[in-house]
């Protein structure tokens, strides 16, 4: 099975293209799947428009009654997933904006096959590259993904900032049954999850691999929810926390994680 998680906030203009467009990869690659939508309180007819595609195709919607957030709407998607998918079952996560182009679907799932744990959409592998971004924000995600390897250091991850991953479940599963409601940590900072979500993963040994794509912003038709201030305050947050005081995150975590799979044997 694999589980497709779409955070929408007022998406009416995407929904259906991107759900268009899902159904006829999904379709052709052959596997049984389910949509796992959460509506961050939309305020156009985003709720209206999943509901109508639930009566055709296998959508679960969360709704969430006021704007929460990516980080809350990420954790509640992927609560759902883990307790609701079996081990083998794979996790893909992307934006519901259509600038994931669905078509990268079974690239992921293929570098899954090879034994990894985490697969990244990359912009940065060869092939990769991105659409519609002007300069100066093509500037600041190159920088800020400079500054993610500089101070996260992860193996095989060249794209830290883009959401577009494919999972074991097996691996999320773990690590929401150690991490519990510190998975996504600092919920309330903009796009900080997308980061923290991978390093909570390296710590616990995830092993990761990416795939080339390319963002096409330039098929983008509702506005950009990020707040670069609020994100960039996670990512000094988050800075801090992996590295001050004593080891922070990385020796905490790791400790804990093998007392944690010590009990389970």
Avoid at 84 to 89: A, L, R, T, V, Y
Avoid at 166 to 185: H, P, S
Avoid at 207 to 214: C, I, M, N, Q, S
């Amino acid at each position: 099975m694999i589980y497709i998680l779409l955070p929408a906030y007022n998406e009416e203009a995407s929904i259906p293209d991107l759900i268009g467009n899902l159904e006829l990869v999904l379709r052709d690659y052959g596997q049984e799947y389910q949509i796992v939508v959460c509506n961050d309180g939309s305020k156009d007819r985003t709720r209206e428009m999943l509901e109508e595609y639930r009566e055709t195709l296998p959508i679960h919607v969360i709704n969430h009654p006021i704007n929460r957030g990516l980080g809350e709407t990420a954790r509640d998607m992927f609560e759902y997933t883990v307790w609701n998918c079996q081990p083998d079952d794979i996790i893909i996560r992307m934006d519901c904006d259509i600038t994931h182009e669905p078509k990268y679907i079974p690239d992921l799932v293929a570098k899954l096959d090879e034994g990894f744990d985490v697969v990244i959409a990359s912009r940065f592998q060869p092939g990769g590259d991105q659409k519609g971004v002007n300069a100066y924000r093509g500037l600041i995600s190159r920088c800020a993904n400079i500054f993610m390897k500089v101070f996260f250091p992860v193996k095989n991850v060249k794209e830290y900032s883009c959401g577009y991953r494919a999972y074991r479940a097996q691996v999320m599963k773990t690590a929401i049954d150690y991490y519990g409601n510190n998975f996504i940590q600092l919920r309330g900072l903009g796009f900080t999850c997308t980061l923290e979500k991978l390093i909570k993963l390296s710590l616990i040994g995830a092993r990761f691999a990416e795939v080339p794509f390319v963002l096409r912003y330039d098929k983008k038709v509702s506005q950009s929810k990020m707040v670069s201030s609020i994100t960039t305050l996670g990512y000094m947050t988050m800075a801090v926390m992996y590295h001050w005081p004593w080891g922070g995150w990385r020796r905490t975590v790791r400790r804990g994680f093998k007392v944690y799979e010590q009990n389970r044997k």
